[in-house]
């Protein structure tokens, strides 16, 4: 291989690199939000676990709510 052919190939791999290197930023801010959500069920679940009555109260409120709005509060 020409020392021209290892420069393009050099810089095709830092390209790819860079490439990987946001994908992988994007996903791992991905997860942090989902395990942020999923941490946030648990502890309305244990609270609903806690007073039954809390369960009564949010379906109530929740049969009123648009699933955007949950959305945007996750």
Same mark, same amino acid.
């Given at each position: 291989? #020409? ?5 393009? @190939? ?12 946001? *994908?992988?930023?994007?996903?791992? =801010?991905?997860?942090? *939000? #989902?395990?942020? *959500? ?7 679940? =244990? @609270? ?5 009555? !809390? *369960?009564?109260? #949010?379906?109530?409120?929740? #049969?009123?709510?648009?699933? =955007?709005?949950?959305?945007? !509060?996750?």
């Amino acid at each position: 291989m #020409s020392i021209a052919a290892l420069r393009n @190939e050099n810089e095709r791999l830092k390209a790819l690199l860079v490439q990987t290197q946001s *994908a992988l930023s994007e996903h791992q =801010g991905a997860l942090a *939000a #989902s395990e942020e *959500a999923q941490r946030r069920l648990e502890v309305i679940l =244990g @609270e609903w676990r806690v007073e039954p009555n !809390i *369960a009564d109260d #949010s379906v109530a409120i929740c #049969s009123s709510v648009e699933l =955007g709005d949950v959305q945007q !509060i996750l």
